[in-house]
């Protein structure tokens, strides 16, 4: 009989981790070789807690989905806890991973880590060749300091110990379990609540910031879990075949980028708002484009499902069952 392994999922409530563990279910991995804690049961920025935690566990695997996240706004106003509180989830999850005999690990990053005026489409080793965007830079550079902890750790332990522990950058995901919060959440919930709101209002047309000409890349939240579960699983040859020592993270899109405009027109759809759609060009646009180039994954044999309409649908039906009011 097969001896499935005890995976943890560190972040399991958040929008990551919940489509982590859908996915593993999906492949129908047992539900009782999935291991979880809330926030509340076990805070991972306290050491000799995730120490005890590792001990009396003992996991095979370890997908590290549970960060501090936030938008401009709160990365500006608690810079402090935005690098204090990643750099430790990491090293204190990692460390005792490591010391109570986990093999296999993934890190989740995200596109931040690239420079502010990183070349498009942003490959992998644009990594520490620029200046980071100063409204993220300390999120930014804790989760860099979490892809060296998993490449350190793979240097020194992995002819010793087995250790394989490895890191995928998502680039903006969207579905269910976002957080649709009216001033702090990203683009797609933003606009899915305010289409949503115009709908329900009848109100004759919704105006977005900027020229709507910026374009920005999509993917779904169970497609990225669906590329993490695969980059976990892969053998340790191909994996190493692709990636160097020290430039081993994966990025993680669909390969395709589309303007704010176009988002707009498709939330529109999925919520069946009909009313026109307005640009405000006196509100600040941000980076022109911004786009992961997914070769990396491509060639590992792995490519996005599901598209951007079919993808808001779901969305759709998720904030409506949760958080409409
Ligand atoms: N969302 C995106 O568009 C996106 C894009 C690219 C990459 N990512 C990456 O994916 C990862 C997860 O993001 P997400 O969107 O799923 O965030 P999320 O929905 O906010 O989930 C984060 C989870 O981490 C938990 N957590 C935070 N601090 C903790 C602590 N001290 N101890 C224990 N648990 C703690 C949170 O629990 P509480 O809520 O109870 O605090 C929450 O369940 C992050 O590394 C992020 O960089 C996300």
């Not at 050491?47 to 938008?71: I, S």
């Not at 806890?81 to 990692?94: D, S, W």
């Not at 087995?162 to 995928?168: C, E, L, N, P």
């Amino acid at each position: 009989m097969t001896q499935y392994p005890k995976i943890y999922v560190a972040g399991h409530r958040g929008m990551v981790g919940s489509a982590i563990v859908r996915q593993l279910e999906a492949q129908d991995h047992p539900v009782d070789r999935i291991v979880t804690r809330t926030h509340e049961e076990l805070d991972l920025t306290n050491q000799a807690a995730v120490n005890q935690f590792f001990k009396a566990e003992k996991p095979d695997q370890v997908y590290l989905a549970a960060a501090k996240v936030g938008g401009i706004h709160a990365n500006n106003t608690y810079p402090a806890e935005f690098i204090y509180q990643n750099l430790m989830m990491q090293a204190n999850v990692i460390e005792a991973a490591f010391r109570n005999g986990v093999k296999k690990l993934l890190f989740l990053g995200s596109s931040c880590i690239y420079p502010k005026l990183a070349d498009q489409p942003m490959r992998e080793d644009a990594l520490l060749t620029g200046t980071l965007e100063p409204t993220n830079e300390p999120y930014a550079i804790a989760k860099i300091a979490g892809i060296k902890l998993c490449e350190s750790y793979n240097r020194q332990y992995s002819q010793s110990h087995g250790v394989d522990y490895r890191s995928v950058m998502p680039t903006n995901l969207y579905g269910p379990g976002d957080n649709y919060h009216p001033e702090n959440s990203h683009v797609i919930p933003a606009l899915i609540r305010r289409f949503h709101e115009a709908k329900v209002n009848n109100a004759p047309s919704v105006t977005i910031w900027g020229t709507g000409t910026p374009k920005r890349e999509f993917l779904y939240v169970d497609d990225m879990a669906a590329a993490g579960v695969h980059v976990m699983n892969l053998p340790l040859t191909t994996y190493s075949e692709h990636t160097q020592p020290m430039l081993s993270h994966i990025n993680v899109g669909c390969g395709e980028d589309v303007t704010i405009i176009e988002v707009a027109e498709a939330v529109a759809r999925a919520v069946g708002y009909t009313g026109a759609i307005h640009t405000d060009p006196t509100k600040p646009d941000g980076t022109p484009r911004k786009l992961m180039d997914s070769n990396r994954l491509n060639a590992l044999g792995w490519r996005a499902k599901v598209g951007l309409d079919q993808g808001l649908k779901t969305a759709y039906q998720d904030f409506l069952a949760n958080y409409a009011a």
